[in-house]
């Protein structure tokens, strides 16, 4: 009988943790950032060495990350929230277990 015998392993999987969408500061693709958890492990010689999981803006489109979006001025915060549809009663936040 084989077994699976891993020498090193970096699985990872995403999590969209929100239905809004944002614009990107770097390639400004309007609706291309979304708050995303990221879980990853380091699997050597079949033992878990380590489990790291971070939550960031992403851009599917450019892959920008980073820890917050960058508001520059009000105006910024102000065009931000007419467009993602904050406060609107019909745009729920995407829940889980965690």
Known sequence: ???NFVFVSSPGKKTLLEH?????????????VQLTRSDKQLIVLNKRISDNTS???????CRWKNEQLPYDSPSSMGLYIAHSGIGCKDTPLMTGTY
Request: glycine share 4%.
């Open 1 to 3: 009988m084989m077994s």
């Open 20 to 32: 809004a969408t944002h614009p990107c500061p770097r390639c400004k693709h309007q609706g291309s």
């Open 55 to 61: 939550v960031r803006y992403e851009c599917s489109q």
